[in-house]
Structures are given as structure tokens and as C-alpha cells.
Nanobody
């Protein structure tokens, strides 16, 4: 059974940095895409960044401040967050998508890690 476990969240002052990690277990296959989403209180979950086959995609609100990367050997995805703002406060969720030939696509979610940015 595939599991995604996030780590690295916490409390930081505005302007500070955090690095989130998400390690996948339960599979030896590589994911076609991995990414990060976030959900602030009272808001819908939104995409933060994704990475697939070396291609990255970012929400406009984090471009130039956040950087996503992955280590395929470790089946781990990272999110480096710099110049954090109070509006970045949210629960951050790791996401991974795997396409299996003749079986379809499978999407997995982590349990979430809290990021709080104080002003």
C-alpha cells in the first residue's frame, strides 16, 4: 500500500524559510508526477507546485519564492519555501500520481503538514 509521509512543517516568521519533504513508501515504481497542495482555513485546497519528468509548474502566488524538486531514487519530493508570507499559512499536502499500463491512474495524498507564518 502506497503511503506518503510529509515532514518539515512548523512555525516561522515572515521572510523566513522552510523545506518540506514527502517520502513515498509501499512501491518500488516511480510516480509520473508529484506535487504539493495547500489548504488554508475556510478555503479550498489549491495547487502549489508540481513536478513531472523534470518539468515544474507553480502557482502564481509562489513563483520566485518556492522551488520543487524530487529524488527519484528515494521516491521523495521536496518543497523549498523562501520569503514566506503570512498568507502562505496552511496545511500542506503531498500528492503523487502513478499511471499503470492497462490499469489506469492512481492518485495518493499525504496526511498533511502544518505551515504557520507569523507576521
Amino acid at each position: 500500500q502506497v503511503q506518503l509521509v510529509e515532514s518539515g512543517g512548523g512555525l516561522v516568521q515572515a521572510g523566513g524559510s522552510l523545506r518540506l519533504s514527502c517520502a513515498a513508501s509501499g512501491t518500488s515504481s516511480s510516480f509520473n508526477a508529484m506535487g504539493w497542495y495547500r489548504q488554508a482555513p475556510g478555503k479550498q485546497r489549491e495547487l502549489v507546485a508540481t513536478i513531472s519528468s523534470g518539468s515544474t509548474n507553480y502557482a502564481d502566488s509562489v513563483k520566485g519564492r518556492f522551488s520543487i524538486s524530487r529524488d527519484n531514487a528515494k521516491n521523495t519530493v521536496y518543497l523549498q519555501m523562501n520569503s514566506l508570507k503570512p498568507e502562505d499559512t496552511a496545511v500542506y499536502y503531498c500528492n503523487a500520481k502513478m499511471i499503470i499500463l492497462f490499469s489506469g491512474s492512481f492518485v495518493y495524498w499525504g496526511q498533511g503538514t502544518q505551515v504557520t507564518v507569523s507576521s
